[in-house]
Nanobody, 115 residues
């Protein structure tokens, strides 16, 4: 089962940008879905963006036009470019990958948008 590790979180001012990266433990070429979720304390984990092995993407309405998900099969990573960040984007962001019936979560990375 593939393992994933996130990086790139941190503190940023409103209107700023961050790039999250998720590194997989093996080749991702055949992984069906790679996605980013986010979660606030006491809340459910919500989908932010996902990308299929064929490159099809899907975004939450709240991030459309601001966030871009991409996957790099040569580096076994999935990235989330986050622009025009808002305070309401503050959350722990989790990477999720699914191959067949099996899915794996990363440990999460904190993103804080605050002045």
């Amino acid at each position: 089962q593939v393992q994933v590790v996130e990086s790139g979180g941190g503190l940023v001012q409103p209107g700023g940008s961050l790039r999250l990266s998720c590194a997989a433990s093996r080749n991702i070429f055949s992984i069906d879905i790679m996605a980013w979720y986010r979660q606030l304390p006491g809340k459910q984990r919500d989908l932010v963006a996902e990308i299929t092995s064929g490159g099809r993407t899907n975004y939450a309405d709240s991030v459309k036009g601001r966030f871009t998900i991409s996957r790099d099969n040569t580096k076994n990573t999935v990235n989330l470019q986050m622009n025009i960040l808002k305070p309401e984007d503050t959350a722990v962001y989790y990477c999720y990958v699914k191959s067949g019936p099996l899915g794996s979560w990363g440990q999460g990375t904190q993103v804080t948008v605050s002045s």
